[in-house]
């Protein structure tokens, strides 16, 4: 629990010291991302909410994840989690945004996507990264991993913006 709050705290104080706000837009995640960063005394000065998009209908009508995508690439793609990034910014009127959508098991894995296949990605101000992680075979691990490298890939981009 410590080593979240440590991640947390840092991605928060990136967030205060430039004046900017966030948002979340979960699925195989569900909600861990938020906990991470409300953990934090204060976090309301930069957490404006989150969005557990778990079904592509609220993938699409919420976030606004085309119908295409999610038919062409699947709800586990680079297409996807960059729109519901942006969604969840558009949405939540806020400067940046992590979206994570994954496989995090122990059943739901394919040949092409195993169990522990995750897409993350980051969005701020115009500038989205992803990045298709493969953690292990275990849920509750796979959740907590997935959730520590979308603050990590978040704090990356901050950082890279403001160097």
Same mark, same amino acid.
């Given at each position: 629990?410590?080593?979240?709050?440590v991640?947390?705290?840092?991605?928060?104080?990136?967030?205060?010291?430039?004046?900017?706000?966030m948002?979340?837009?979960?699925?195989?995640?569900?909600?861990?991302?938020?906990?991470?960063?409300?953990?934090v005394?204060g976090?309301s000065?930069?957490?404006?909410?989150?969005?557990?998009?778990?079904?592509n209908?609220?993938?699409?009508h919420?976030?606004?994840?085309?119908?295409?995508?999610?038919?062409q690439? +699947?709800? !586990?793609?680079? $297409?996807v989690?960059?729109?519901? @990034?942006?969604? *969840?910014?558009?949405t %939540?009127?806020c400067d940046?945004?992590?979206?994570?959508?994954?496989?995090?098991?122990?059943?739901?894995?394919?040949?092409?996507?195993p169990?522990?296949?995750?897409?993350?990605?980051?969005a701020?101000?115009?500038e989205?990264?992803?990045?298709?992680?493969?953690? +292990?075979? !275990?849920?509750? $691990?796979?959740?907590q991993?997935? @959730?520590?490298? *979308?603050?990590?890939? %978040?704090?990356?981009?901050?950082?890279?913006?403001?160097g």
């Amino acid at each position: 629990m410590a080593e979240n709050k440590v991640l947390g705290e840092r991605v928060g104080d990136v967030l205060r010291s430039r004046k900017l706000t966030m948002g979340t837009a979960e699925s195989c995640t569900g909600g861990r991302i938020a906990n991470m960063i409300t953990l934090v005394a204060g976090s309301s000065d930069y957490f404006v909410g989150g969005v557990v998009s778990y079904s592509n209908e609220v993938k699409q009508h919420v976030l606004g994840v085309s119908e295409e995508s999610l038919r062409q690439h +699947g709800a !586990v793609s680079r $297409e996807v989690v960059e729109q519901m @990034a942006q969604g *969840a910014i558009r949405t %939540l009127g806020c400067d940046c945004a992590v979206a994570t959508s994954g496989i995090a098991g122990p059943g739901g894995g394919t040949p092409e996507k195993p169990v522990g296949t995750v897409w993350i990605a980051a969005a701020l101000k115009g500038e989205i990264v992803s990045h298709c992680f493969h953690f +292990g075979t !275990v849920r509750a $691990e796979n959740i907590q991993a997935a @959730a520590d490298a *979308a603050l990590t890939l %978040l704090l990356d981009l901050l950082q890279k913006q403001h160097g």
